[in-house]
């Protein structure tokens, strides 16, 4: 069975918590950080993942330039597990270690374009690998079939946890199980459902 992670991304903002409330058989809340500068959208801040009052674990996907003036604001946050992208930083070792020093979680995001060779020496440094199914930037997009032997390539040589992110829903969601992912990130097949509770369980039984 996978476990399901939500983005708020795809959520009624004007009704935030109670949108989250719904989605409590999840296994975490996942937050997507945008700067207008790493990838197009604004999205919002380290007071959004503070306020929201939840039961489970708090995921911060940091889509943003430099996330190291970021992470311990939203360590102070709540966070626990931080995702960073590959393509984001020249620090991200040091930004690795400083992470696990806070005792948080750190996953290591990679854009569809990227190839995973950039990868292989994190294997062994960071909890989990983010495949970004769709570009990333905007909840709702198509999901990017290429990507399945991407998923496949690091299931074969390493037993890290591999979380997909873009394009989720029953389908897409199995096919990306089958091909060796374990954590499914989805926003709009949940939100975008009449019963987000069944929706997130449906995802959970892959």
């Known amino acids: 069975m996978a476990k399901v992670g939500v983005t708020i991304l795809d959520a009624d903002f004007g009704n935030l918590q109670a949108e989250v409330d719904k989605v409590e058989n999840a296994d975490f809340i996942h937050f997507d950080i945008m700067d207008g500068h790493f990838v197009d959208n604004l999205s919002f801040g380290p007071h959004v993942v503070e306020c929201i009052k939840t039961k489970l674990k708090k995921v911060v996907h940091l889509m943003v330039e430099q996330p190291e003036r970021y992470v311990e604001r939203f360590i102070a946050a709540g966070a626990d597990e931080i995702i960073l992208h590959l393509e984001s930083t020249e620090m991200l070792d040091e930004l ?22 950039w990868l292989r020496y994190y294997f062994d440094k960071v909890e989990r690998i983010l495949v970004m199914t769709v570009e990333p930037g905007l909840g709702g997009q198509p999901f990017m079939y290429e990507m399945l032997d991407k998923i496949t390539e690091i299931r074969d040589e390493s037993r890290i946890s591999i979380a997909v992110d873009g394009g989720m829903d029953e389908k897409t969601a199995k096919m990306c199980v089958l091909a060796g992912a374990d954590v499914i990130v989805s926003g709009s097949f949940v939100f975008g ?12 039984k892959l």
């Open 96 to 117: 690795i270690d400083k992470i696990h020093k806070k005792k948080v979680k750190v996953g290591l995001a990679i854009n569809p374009e990227t190839k995973i060779h």
């Open 193 to 204: 459902s009449p019963d987000t509770h069944k929706a997130v369980e449906v995802l959970k």
